[in-house]
């Protein structure tokens, strides 16, 4: 598996946050072209792809055999990231699988599943920290690791265990977007004292690189990533300390939180086309809720030594990437990051999930 050069991928949740870096980073010096799927090429996401060279895609989705037979099939390796707030738990997991399974059948030769943290075992199978797109994705990333130990001469896997994206927490309409009170910047999110090991989007694109160009080494590896444990009043802190203007972090109880701005998705199913009568789908709110026990009884940490061996360049603390931000903002002509949390300039802002550009709708 060492002479890869120049390899096709197929990946699955290309026009997404985490697919377009992963993209980016693939086909950036030509070593490797990529075939994405999407149902629908005309995005302005899909655009966005084609525009790089090197990319082409495949109209369809994750959730038909023939599509995926159609992608593995013509392509060397693959990049695997199933949309678990489209498909539910539950059809996540059997497209996960199935993607696995046919990928090996057809012949691909080395897989990178986008993974999240099997958060439910980790926290010793309490249920307070029950949180189906973690779980979902985090029982099959074992699986697949499981399978690799016989499958892995055929096809070598790894799965990459990322994290909720640093960006989440200045965009809007997430479940950590911040608001400006009396002209100060305001999280109010139940963590407690706890911390949520925050992932740069940017480095995703580093990582997934990394891993399809050491095949040996991570064949078998989970890579788990973050920038660091983010507790949010340091996040406060660094917001303050880069732009000049105030920022606090407000504990506050779940039911507070839930009476909130995300009181209208409450009640909605997790997954847009998971079956709102089915009893193993989670609503919004117990997802959710699961979600931020688990930063605030920080049930999951990362191997740092290891993240700052792989990419040495990565962004090591919060700070660095509110810096970051705020002068790529300003090379962008978006302003600096204190005038992007204006309302009027957070209401204009690009969705940062294709998921909320799609306004939560479309086909499975
Ligand atoms: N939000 C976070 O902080 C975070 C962090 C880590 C992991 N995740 C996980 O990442 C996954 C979502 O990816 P994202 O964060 O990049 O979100 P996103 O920006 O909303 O993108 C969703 C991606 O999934 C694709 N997709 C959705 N349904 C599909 C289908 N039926 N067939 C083919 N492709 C489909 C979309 O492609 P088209 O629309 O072009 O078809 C798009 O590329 C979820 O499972 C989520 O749990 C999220």
């Known amino acids: 598996m ?4 120049p390899s096709r991928v197929f990946v699955i949740g290309g026009t997404g946050a985490q ?9 950036a010096d030509g070593r490797y072209t990529v075939r994405a799927l999407s149902r629908d090429p005309d995005s302005r996401r899909a655009k966005e792809l084609l525009a790089l060279g090197n990319v082409s895609i495949l109209k369809g989705t994750f959730a038909d055999e023939a599509v995926l037979r159609e992608g593995f099939r013509h392509c060397d390796v693959a990049f695997v990231n199933i949309d678990g707030f489209n498909a539910g738990e539950k059809n996540e997991m059997y497209w996960a699988i199935r993607s696995y399974e046919i990928a090996l059948e057809e012949g691909v ?15 010793g199978y309490d249920s307070r920290f029950r949180t189906g797109h973690y779980d979902g994705k985090g029982r099959i990333g074992e699986w697949i690791l499981f399978q690799n130990q016989v499958n892995r001469d055929r096809m070598g896997a790894a799965v990459f265990t990322t994290g909720p994206y640093m960006e989440m927490a200045i965009w809007p309409m997430t479940p950590m977007s911040p608001a400006l009170e009396d002209g100060v910047l305001t999280w109010r999110v139940p ?61 506050t109880d779940l039911e507070t939180y839930w009476n909130g701005p995300l009181r209208a ?3 909605r199913p997790a997954g847009y086309n ?8 989670m609503s919004f709110r117990d997802n959710f809720t699961g979600f931020w026990n688990l930063w605030k009884h920080q049930v999951i940490t990362r191997d740092y030594a290891l993240l700052d061996e792989i990419h040495p360049g990565r962004i090591k603390t919060v700070e660095q990437w509110l810096r970051r931000q705020d002068e790529q903002g300003r090379q962008l002509g978006k302003g600096s990051l204190w005038e992007r949390m204006q309302p009027e300039n957070m209401q204009r802002t690009a969705p940062l ?3 909320v550009e799609d306004r939560g709708q479309g086909a499975l």
């Open 2 to 5: 060492s002479t890869l050069s």
């Open 19 to 27: 697919g377009l870096p992963v993209i980016r980073a693939l086909v």
């Open 109 to 123: 030769r080395f897989l990178v599943y986008g993974n999240l943290d099997y958060g439910l075992k980790k926290a």
């Open 191 to 251: 963590l407690g004292e706890g911390a949520v090991p925050h992932v740069a989007l940017e480095d995703c694109g580093h990582y997934a690189r990394w891993l399809f160009d050491h095949p040996e080494r991570a064949n078998g590896m989970n890579l788990e990533v973050a920038i660091e444990q983010v507790a949010y009043a340091q996040l406060a802190a660094a917001f303050e300390k880069v732009t000049g203007h105030p920022a606090r972090y407000i504990d």
């Open 265 to 267: 998705s409450a009640g």
């Open 274 to 281: 998971a079956d709102p009568t089915d009893k193993s789908t």
């Open 353 to 355: 999930l294709k998921l």
